[in-house]
């Protein structure tokens, strides 16, 4: 698996409803991202898992849009803010630009290099939540990223069970 491209995730100044704007582009991104994935392999025994996470995505970015309403009341609907999202970033901080061009190397077992991806990307985005959870000291701001954490875990599961079906493709 080549290197991952690096960029930013997170302005750690502002108000929340910007961190939780940013963390629904994120999302916004890793959806964009396996939509991509299943573009390209739909015929493939892993790509029920891929389509689970990319559906997981939107659900994902439905919770931290519970957060976000709570900080801006006159909100659009979910239906309209989410998909106007550019999802340049996925979570973990990656271009998605960039991962849709690892996408196009050739490699030797296509199954394998991207469910590793995707278990990567998931880990990042635990991660980062995590981290996000501790840096905040106000009690809201580091419950709704320990959920967020939380549900990133889920992620990271789903895409491990797809490791079992790579030998088959």
């Known amino acids: 698996m080549p290197d991952f491209p690096k960029m930013r995730v997170f302005l750690l100044q502002g108000d929340p409803a910007d961190i939780f704007l940013t963390a629904m582009d994120l999302?916004?991104?890793?959806?964009?991202?396996?939509t991509e994935v299943l573009a390209r392999h739909r015929e493939k025994g892993f790509a029920r898992f891929i389509d689970l996470l990319a559906r997981a995505e939107e659900g994902h970015a439905r919770k931290i849009y519970g957060f976000y309403r709570q900080e801006v009341p006159e909100a659009p609907p979910f239906e309209e803010l989410y998909p106007s999202l550019?999802?340049?970033?996925?979570?973990?901080?990656?271009?998605?630009?960039?991962?849709k061009r690892m996408l196009d190397t050739p490699v030797d077992e296509p199954c394998l290099d991207i469910v590793e991806m995707a278990i990567t990307i998931e880990y990042a985005a635990y991660d980062l939540y995590r981290n996000m959870a501790d840096y905040f000291t106000d009690s809201k701001m580091t419950e709704a990223f320990l959920a967020i954490a939380q549900a990133e875990k889920e992620h990271m599961r789903i895409a491990a069970e797809a490791l079992q079906f790579c030998e088959d493709d």
């Open 86 to 99: 550019s999802g340049e970033v996925i979570e973990g901080g990656r271009s998605l630009e960039a991962m």
């Open 27 to 34: 999302e916004r991104g890793a959806e964009l991202f396996y």
